[in-house]
């Protein structure tokens, strides 16, 4: 269930909200944290707000590392305005090696751009603590659930 490249900017189009407000923020996160706690999962769960951290949750087993992850992810969304995933798919595509610093930037699944719809970008949705691709299924899982419940 690998989502190709034309998969991941259909969700980019797709993935959008009316609004996202610091309520937004709020319940988006918490529907990340409630699936991730049905489905047992250890995952590190953050929203940025522009450069302002809105949701933060680490869920038993994960680590500071996470928050790492999250951090670097979230920078490549910031610098490319796509999904971190995306970004990295394109490279590999290429053949070629995401070149960024990575002390500063990964190019690995889990983290989305919060985009409102006729705006842009307004923020971050990311996860950390799982295998990349399914880091970036339960952010865009959740985003589309997000959507279709409010």
Known sequence: MTPDIAELERQ?????????????????GSLIVAEARQRGLAVTVDIQHGEQQVFHAALPGTSAD???????????????????YLVGERYRAKGRAFDLDPTR??????????LVRG??????????????????LLVTACLARYLTER
Do not use: C
């Open 119 to 136: 705006t842009g970008m307004v923020g971050t949705v990311t996860v950390s603590g799982l295998p990349q691709v399914e880091d970036h």
């Open 66 to 84: 996470n928050d790492d992850w999250i951090r670097r992810k979230a920078a490549v969304v910031r610098r490319f305005g796509e999904a971190s």
């Open 12 to 28: 980019h189009r797709e993935l959008q909200l009316p609004t996202a407000d610091l309520d937004d923020a709020w319940r988006l």
């Open 105 to 114: 930037y990964a190019a690995h699944g889990g983290s989305f751009p919060l």
